[in-house]
């Protein structure tokens, strides 16, 4: 909404009415002057310039009090959108604090609508054994499952006996391939064997103790394959459940020749299984796949030692 001063509104219609006075007065003073022009020279002085000039001016003159120059200043006043009342209803502690209303259960089904389902003839649902299919079913079901528990058992206990029972047959039969074969050439000449030399070496001997030291230097785990006592004497002398040899060969000829030998004369096989104490070891089978022995290599830089284990050495309790 524009609203306009009323004392700059009187201002206005005032100078108005003073533009349309001075309109009239204005052409009287210049109608002398063009009555004379148009005596004097006729239509020609309407070439002139300076009389379109004038023509122009007293033109705009009789225009201008028309508009309003000098209009009043305008104070635009914005009323503000009225805003529409919001209710407030006052709410009751008591009202929030109250447990909400239970949802009524839904309306049950009439009878009428139920025995169209019931009609269909949908299979009966078993929610109880009877007593007497129960005693059937324990008295067909706990022999069987007894009965396999034991087979297994039995399978198992043998199956654990054989895997760990040596034949002593077989021993005796590798102990006496080895050592026909071990201390032989490849012609089955010459002996090797110097087991005699380890096993009597003489503790009170400088020379004999110098170089037992410095054959031991090759040894990784002394204690996995001499005895304690020997070990703290320096004669280390084997333990006594192996089955010692050492032979003057070095460990690739003792390997292929005598132990390979052996074991193609006894019928068996002899398997990389790592090693023991760091050193080589092997476990030699039967024909029947079933384990024999098991055998160390120490290489000892020119000669070897070579220890038949009765059982593998790695198992506890060995």
């Given amino acids: 909404m524009v609203r306009v001063a009323p004392s700059e509104s009187g201002k206005g219609l ?3 009415a003073m533009g349309l006075v001075m309109q009239p007065i204005l052409f009287v003073q210049a109608l002398p002057y063009v009555t004379a022009q148009l005596s004097a020279y006729g239509v020609s002085f309407l070439k002139r310039p300076v009389i379109w000039m004038a023509l122009g001016f ?3 003159l009789l225009i201008l009090p028309t508009v309003d120059l000098s209009a009043p200043k305008v104070d635009t006043v914005v009323e503000p959108e009225t805003e529409e009342e919001v ?4 709410v009751s502690l008591s009202d ?11 309306p049950a089904a009439t009878p009428s609508a139920a025995r169209p389902a019931a009609a269909v003839g949908a299979p009966p649902v078993l929610t109880k054994v009877p007593e007497r299919l129960e005693e059937i079913l324990e008295q067909q079901e706990t022999p069987q499952t007894n009965e396999f528990d034991n087979e297994f058992e039995n399978e198992f206990e043998e199956q654990e006996e054989q895997s760990f029972a040596f034949d002593p047959g077989q021993q005796s039969a590798l102990s006496s391939s080895l050592s026909q074969f071990l ?3 490849s012609q089955g000449s010459s ?4 087991t005699a030399t380890w096993l009597g070496i003489d503790p009170t001997n400088p020379t004999d103790m110098r170089f037992r030291a410095k054959d031991i230097e090759n040894v990784i785990d002394p204690a996995a394959f001499f005895t304690a006592d020997s070990i703290n004497n320096g004669t280390y002398l084997p333990l006594p459940q192996t089955t010692f040899k050492q032979i003057a060969r070095n460990i690739d000829l003792v390997n292929r020749e ?3 030998q052996a074991l193609l004369s006894a019928g068996m096989s002899q398997q990389d299984e790592g090693t023991y ?3 080589s070891f092997f476990g030699v089978y039967g024909p029947n796949g079933q384990p024999v022995n098991y055998i160390s290599l120490i290489d000892l830089k020119g000669t070897t030692l070579i220890f038949v284990w009765p059982n593998d050495p790695r198992a506890s309790g060995s």
Avoid: K
Wanted: net charge negative.
């Fill in 14 to 16: 005032v100078q108005i």
């Fill in 58 to 60: 007293h033109s705009a």
């Fill in 87 to 90: 209710s407030i209803e006052a």
């Fill in 96 to 106: 929030i604090l109250a447990p909400p209303q239970a949802v009524p259960p839904p």
């Fill in 183 to 185: 201390g032989a050439s």
């Fill in 191 to 194: 002996n090797f064997d110097i």
């Fill in 258 to 260: 005598g132990l390979g």
């Fill in 277 to 279: 104490g760091g050193h």
